[in-house]
């Protein structure tokens, strides 16, 4: 009876770091931009678009977007603040990219 115990424990570990894994990852997944979106933004709005959203978040106009910790076993601790900079930095990063592939001005 003991060790039907023991496993049932470790099964019920087991399915939960999975499922607290897979939200970390979607947690991080949900920052990450395409920058195809911008191509049909114009030039112009599309620069004023990303100093706006740097200059509101404190960033860098040329911040790139770096994903952290996501793999399963990563618990993200940041402050909402932190993840809403986070999004706030791989929405530039893919402006960014946008422009450049666009060789805008």
Not at 2 to 19: E, K, N, Q, T, V
Not at 22 to 36: C, G, N, P
Not at 48 to 73: C, H, I, M, T, W
Not at 86 to 105: E, V
Request: aromatic share 8%; proline share 3%.
């Amino acid at each position: 009876m003991r060790s039907y115990l023991d496993l049932f424990g470790w099964l019920l570990l087991s399915f939960s770091l999975a499922g607290c894994g897979w939200t970390v990852t979607a947690s991080h997944m949900e920052e990450a931009v395409d920058s195809i979106i911008y191509d049909k933004i114009p030039c112009p709005d599309l620069i004023r678009q990303r100093n706006e959203l740097a200059d509101s978040n404190g960033l860098a106009r040329d911040v790139k977007y770096v994903p952290l910790g996501a793999d399963a076993f990563s618990i993200d601790f940041r402050s909402a603040s932190e993840k809403e900079k986070a999004k706030a930095t791989a929405r530039i990063d893919a402006m960014n990219r946008s422009l450049t592939r666009r060789a805008c001005k």
